[in-house]
């Protein structure tokens, strides 16, 4: 079966500083994975997916990710942070499925 | 291009009352997925649904029901709530042909008293 590990449940980080969020999945065979963000009272918004092809995956708001298959990860980073960035990230993974296992979620917390 | 449109936006319901939900996706998105998103137990996935076929199922239990209607539009239904039932529904839809992740709804914010 597949999981998904996100290791942070609240990253705090000072405005225009770098931010790394990290998500490792497990499973045997070939997965989509994809990062998601949600605001307050909202649903889900796609930031990005990797699907196949380049490992670098650069999404929406100046984020990006690196797939990494030996190490079974998928790390959301941006360079540098806005206020408006204070959200949850959730991490998720497909295994060529309609269906999406999610992480536990992590809470980035934008301070000026 | 509408996105993906759950009604009610909040609801409130009594203990072992039923409750509907509504959930109408992108046009041209034929399969719809429901999740539920609690803080303790996180998002889970409850079902899918792709050209009125219920396609996938998660491990809850027969009180939590679904079906997709010809136009794509779904509706899941909770019976019997539960004080437990208590949650966030998320609605998503995708493409048929290919997934390549979804669209989320607003979704609704379901609280039994």
Redesign the interface.
């Known amino acids: 079966a597949q999981s998904v590990t996100q290791l942070d449940s609240q990253v705090p980080v000072f405005e225009e500083a770098p931010v790394e969020l990290r998500c490792n999945y497990s499973s045997s065979v070939s997965v ?1 994975l ?1 990062w ?1 963000v949600q605001y307050p ?6 930031l990005l ?1 990797y ?1 196949s092809g380049s490992t670098l995956v650069k999404g929406i708001n100046g984020f990006e990710a690196e797939f990494n298959k030996s190490q079974t990860s998928f790390h959301l980073r941006k360079p540098s942070v806005h206020i408006s960035d204070t959200a949850e990230y ?1 991490c998720a993974v ?1 295994v ?10 992590t809470r980035l917390l934008v301070r000026p | 291009k509408a996105g ?1 449109t ?1 009604t009610p936006r909040y609801l409130i319901k009594t203990r072992g009352q039923q409750v509907t939900l509504s959930c109408s996706p992108i046009s041209g998105h034929r ?1 719809v ?1 429901w ?1 539920q998103q609690t803080p303790g137990q ?2 889970q ?1 409850l079902f ?1 649904y ?1 050209s009125e076929t219920q ?2 199922k ?1 491990n809850f239990p027969g009180r939590f029901s679904g079906r997709q209607f010809s136009n794509s539009r779904s509706e899941m239904n909770v019976s019997t709530l539960e004080l437990g039932d208590s949650a966030l529904y ?1 609605c ?1 839809s ?1 493409l048929d042909q290919g ?9 609704t ?1 379901l609280t039994v008293v």
Do not use: H, M, P
């Open positions: 989509y994809f998601y009272n909202q649903g889900l918004q796609l997916k699907l959730f497909s060529q499925s309609y269906k999406l296992i999610f992480g536990s979620g | 993906v759950q399969s997925s999740y996180g998002l996935f899918e792709f396609r996938n998660g998320l998503a995708s997934f390549d992740g979804y669209t989320f709804g607003s979704g914010r």
